[in-house]
């Protein structure tokens, strides 16, 4: 801080603030983590810790998996995921689907595009 005639001038550091500088500035208080993440206030910015499922650096982008393991007696699969219809074309799927001995297994495809 300088000192002035009547009083002091203080100029802040980067990520501070206030007469006397301080206060920290809060980088989360815009909210800029989308899809439930949770924003983590650094020293000259801010990060994202992203929820399941999201990545980006706003956890702005669904992550692209796809795959698994089915034993249930019913079920689908659902690929993209949510309402989204495009998909990473170099993205490898594998699926294992299990039944009970002597069961019939019945697989309906709404749509199937093979590039």
């Given at each position: 801080c300088?000192?002035?005639a009547s009083?002091?001038?203080?100029?802040?550091?980067?990520?501070f603030?206030g007469r006397?500088?301080?206060?920290?500035?809060?980088?989360?208080?815009?909210?800029p983590?989308m899809?439930?993440g949770t924003?983590i206030?650094?020293?000259?910015?801010?990060s994202?810790?992203?929820a399941?499922?999201?990545?980006?650096?706003?956890?702005?982008?669904?992550?692209?998996?796809c795959?698994?393991y089915?034993?249930?007696?019913?079920?689908?699969?659902d690929?993209?995921?949510?309402?989204?219809?495009?998909y990473?074309?170099s993205?490898q799927?594998?699926?294992?689907?299990e039944?009970v001995?002597?069961?019939?297994?019945?697989?309906?495809?709404?749509?199937f595009?093979?590039?």
């Amino acid at each position: 801080c300088i000192p002035t005639a009547s009083a002091f001038f203080c100029q802040c550091a980067p990520g501070f603030s206030g007469r006397t500088c301080a206060e920290r500035e809060n980088f989360c208080a815009s909210n800029p983590c989308m899809n439930d993440g949770t924003c983590i206030n650094n020293e000259l910015n801010f990060s994202c810790e992203c929820a399941s499922g999201f990545t980006g650096i706003n956890c702005q982008e669904e992550v692209q998996a796809c795959g698994g393991y089915f034993d249930a007696p019913a079920g689908f699969v659902d690929f993209p995921v949510g309402s989204g219809t495009l998909y990473d074309h170099s993205i490898q799927c594998d699926y294992t689907i299990e039944v009970v001995e002597g069961k019939v297994l019945n697989i309906t495809f709404s749509e199937f595009n093979l590039e």
